[in-house]
């Protein structure tokens, strides 16, 4: 085979079996409950690192991951609690204290803002593809993720916290990641629900 044909090949040449991308597409979920061991930097980074190869439009890569830290962490877990004491009352805040205590990793993940409408919107699908690229490589590392967009995350406060210019940026989701604890079942609705085909 000459050398140019067998480059060719070997850059063609898939690194995953179907049945493997299948099973690790399918078998991701979002966790809620993690052992409180936090999974190494390296593989978030690892994981980062691979975000950024998601498909986005025009090359903007329009997005921000913000690693958080133990300070940052309990200020947005008080953030957070003051903003369910006051909805839901101080039990409620308790709880939500708790919960969110136990949470190993934590990351944001921010989208640039565009003046241009559909820019804009191209921009946020990039980063959610960004954001599934992380979850899906982390998962094949066996670290869940969960992606939450809690109303934490719209208030100025917490902006504060990441020193995010809301003007700038935009916050579309903080990710907790660990070693999944359970890993709950879900289901999807049968492919002929969303499917079209036409003539
Ligand atoms: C943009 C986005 C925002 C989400 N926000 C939340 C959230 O605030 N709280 C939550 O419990 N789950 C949230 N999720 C996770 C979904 O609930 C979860 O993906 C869904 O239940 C399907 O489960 P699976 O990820 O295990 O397939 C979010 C997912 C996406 C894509």
């Known amino acids: 085979m000459a050398a140019e044909t067998r480059a060719t090949a070997e850059r063609s040449a898939h690194p995953a079996t179907?049945?493997?991308?299948?099973?690790?597409?399918?078998?991701?979920?979002?966790?809620?409950?993690?052992r409180p061991e936090p999974p190494p930097r390296e593989a978030v980074l690892r994981a980062l690192e691979l975000a950024r190869w998601a498909p986005n439009h025009h090359l903007t890569e329009p997005w921000h991951f913000y690693l958080i830290g133990e300070r940052t962490r309990e200020a947005i877990?008080?953030?957070?609690?003051?903003?369910?004491?006051a909805n839901k009352g101080e039990e409620a805040a308790r709880d939500k204290r708790e919960s969110w205590?136990?949470?190993?990793?934590?990351?944001?993940?921010?989208?640039?803002?565009?003046?241009d409408e559909l820019q804009a919107w191209e921009d946020y699908a990039a980063c959610a593809c960004a954001?599934?690229?992380l979850a899906l490589y982390l998962w094949s590392e066996g670290i869940?993720?969960?992606w939450t967009t809690g109303p934490?995350?719209?208030?100025?406060?917490?902006?504060?916290?990441?020193?995010?210019?809301p003007d700038i940026e935009t916050v579309?989701?903080?990710l907790w990641y660990g070693y999944p604890d359970e890993t709950p079942e879900t289901h999807r609705r049968t492919l002929d629900c969303s499917l079209v085909e036409l003539p």
């Open 172 to 174: 579309i989701g903080l």
């Open 77 to 85: 877990i008080e953030l957070n609690a003051e903003l369910v004491a």
């Open 152 to 165: 934490v995350i719209r208030d100025p406060r917490f902006y504060d916290l990441l020193w995010v210019d």
């Open 131 to 133: 954001i599934h690229n």
């Open 101 to 115: 205590s136990a949470k190993p990793g934590w990351l944001a993940v921010s989208c640039d803002h565009s003046t």
């Open 144 to 146: 869940g993720v969960k």
């Open 18 to 34: 179907p049945e493997q991308a299948a099973e690790l597409i399918r078998s991701r979920r979002t966790i809620n409950r993690f």
